[in-house]
């Protein structure tokens, strides 16, 4: 954990707020916040807001980083960005004293002034944030027409990321077209997420078996491709999923859908009578979830991890499923897989809920869908499968305790806080996950790659991992979120008014479209 974000867990929004509202001298009637998303922590106006220096084709750039690709990167990006106007990028040295206060791989420094802009960092990853975060503050110069370059804030900050793995979970139903997609992974890399965990509502275009999805898949494999490798550039890694136990219609659970039963009914033995769970006990069900593990890490570029879901699944009623113990088949069958993935070079992940029996009184008030049965699993899970934790209420904010994830840790297993709507207790949960040393934060979305929700899962959940709170929403327009959506935007060079903001439409022709 970064020390500097020791003071920050221990402060509120006003504290974290304070570097930035502090008004120049002679203009106190204004004072100004940062639209940035997360904040940085701590940074300091050297001469206000309302001292702003040129960041356009006057200005030099310059980066003091080891990996010699940094600067590259950043130049073309910067090119990429602000085409004609880009600033000059040089490697040399930055301020030696802030350099050697860099805290861990993705730390980063800046200083801005009329000298130019000086970027510290030991690797890529810290001179990406800084772009990103030069990115939300740089403002098009005033007085023009048109945009003639850019400013910025004379200021310097100094910053690194609470916890190591900061991940959204994103779900690319039929509902969802690629280009949303794309938008909430480069959304996700400008909010400083490094990972993202993409799960496939029936919309994977296999090749090895392709029944496993909704007729006109859009998730082909061509563009799964091309999304890796624009993670990869952006500084976000993606992590494929599938649902290797319950959750098998591929579908929400509300809508009774099946992707592969409702037309396609010659499938039936690899499923539970019904659908929802996989057939553990055909030895059909292992070769197909295999295959189908290989073909997605394959053409997710290999990512380090998997998920392989394994939430709440229901009780067998398939005769052969229902001729040995339960728990036994499944420990067996989540923890063959488990295996099965670190052979291919990618540990698995789970969520937890099958683990922890929902009669224990320890888990009251938590989430919680197993058995005695199939909570065997935490002690015959190998110890390297990181337990996703998802724990989706509020907790009333002062939570400072989870007692499923410290179980989790006790036992050996890397832990991961995964919260949804409930941001009250976003930061509580990351603070609990350094505390502990545990794994990460992966906040997921599920349905909500849209609205007001969208928005707030995003910053609260960005902040949470980051390490700072939140700053107070913007009255009636939150100008940092959609700035944000703006420079994705123009990046992705939108042209559609469904792919603009943060609803498809202003005006829906019906409740649910954007509800």
Known sequence: MNMSKLAVAATCVATVLAPFVAPAAGNAANPDAIELVPVPWPVKYKGGPDAPVAFDATTTVV?????AVAADWLATHFKEWYAKDAPKVTRGKADATRAALLDGDEA??????????KI???????????AYSLRQLAIAKRGTFKTEGRILPTLSMSDA?????????????PEVRPLQMERAIRLAALFKSNYAIIEPWGMYESEKHPWWHWPNPTMTKKEVSRLAALGRDLGITLIPQINAYGHASSSRSCTLKHAMLDLQPEYEPLFEPGGWNWCLSNPETQRVLRELIVELLDNFGNPPYIHLGCDEAQPPTCPECRKRPYGELVCEHIAGLAAFTKEHGARAMIWHDMLLDKRDPRWKGYVKHGSKLTATLADTLPKDVIICDWQYFDMKEKNKEWPTM??????????AGCPWTNYKAMKPMADYIAKIGGFGFIETTWHHLRGDDWIQMYKYGSAAAWGTCIPPRTPMYDIAFGNALRLV??????TDYRDTGHLNLQVPPAWWIDN
């Open 63 to 67: 980066v003091d980083c080891p990996d």
């Open 406 to 415: 410290a179980y989790f840790k006790e036992k050996g297993f890397p832990v």
């Open 161 to 173: 990321p609470h916890l190591a793995f900061r991940a959204v979970h994103l779900c690319w139903f």
């Open 108 to 117: 980063y420094a800046v200083d801005t002034d009329a000298s130019g802009v």
């Open 120 to 130: 510290a960092a030991r690797t890529l990853a810290g001179v990406r944030w800084a």
């Open 489 to 494: 935007g123009h990046d992705m060079k939108v």
